[in-house]
């Protein structure tokens, strides 16, 4: 899911400015229906520990840090894990219509450390903390608290559910709060960790 952060909303009508697509980011933050799009297939996602990747025609790259939801084949959420959607800012800034190719790619989503079932819904107050290193030194890190996510999360998971089928269940992203400027990039060998307690750490590093 995209556009469900404030800081989120800004960050996509920056990128995409210069292309006249900045209206569309304001406009689905307010819409009663969220903006979802296909991430992945199993055999595109990495776990813990593993490698991420970056385009190779791609000139912008960040991690998105996202609480992920874990959701039944029946529309349940049961648990929840961290998720790094990758992704390039470049491509999805030329026109909001390249998302796709800016979104899915070898190596363009990381998800664990592990699942987190729990008994109720996390807090309100829970943190999702991004951290990245480069040659041992922190060159970015943020935070945000979930409850600045506009979307309740079984909107969200309905949404995606109304003309969708999931046998096995299905792994939601929530979006990401956490933007790093326009001057910052990843590159070749970045080791990415994002914490969100009580689930743990998921770190990845960049191929």
Not at 100 to 116: E, H, M, R
């Amino acid at each position: 899911c995209g556009v469900t952060y404030y800081r989120s909303k800004v960050g996509r009508q920056e990128e995409s400015k210069s292309a006249g697509g900045s209206d569309f980011y304001a406009r689905v933050y307010e819409a009663e229906r969220p903006e979802i799009f296909f991430k992945a297939t199993p055999h595109r996602v990495v776990g813990h520990r593993g490698k991420v990747r970056i385009r190779k025609d791609s000139a912008w790259d960040v991690p998105e840090p996202e609480l992920t939801l874990v959701v039944t084949t029946s529309g349940k959420i049961i648990g929840y894990t961290i998720g790094n959607d990758m992704s390039s800012r470049s491509i999805e800034g030329e026109n909001p219509l390249y998302l796709p190719q800016a979104k899915t790619y070898d190596g363009a989503a990381a998800i664990g450390p592990g699942i987190y079932v729990a008994e109720k819904p996390l807090s309100p107050d829970t943190t999702i903390y991004l951290k990245i290193l480069r040659s041992d030194k922190i060159v970015f890190e943020g935070n945000v608290a979930i409850n600045q996510i506009v979307r309740k999360f079984e909107d969200l998971v309905s949404f995606l559910y109304r003309e969708c089928s999931f046998p096995a269940g299905a792994f939601v992203m929530t979006g990401t709060g956490i933007v790093p400027s326009s001057d910052f990039t990843l590159q070749k060998n970045d080791t990415i960790h994002i914490t969100i307690e009580p689930i743990g750490t998921l770190i990845n590093t960049v191929a």
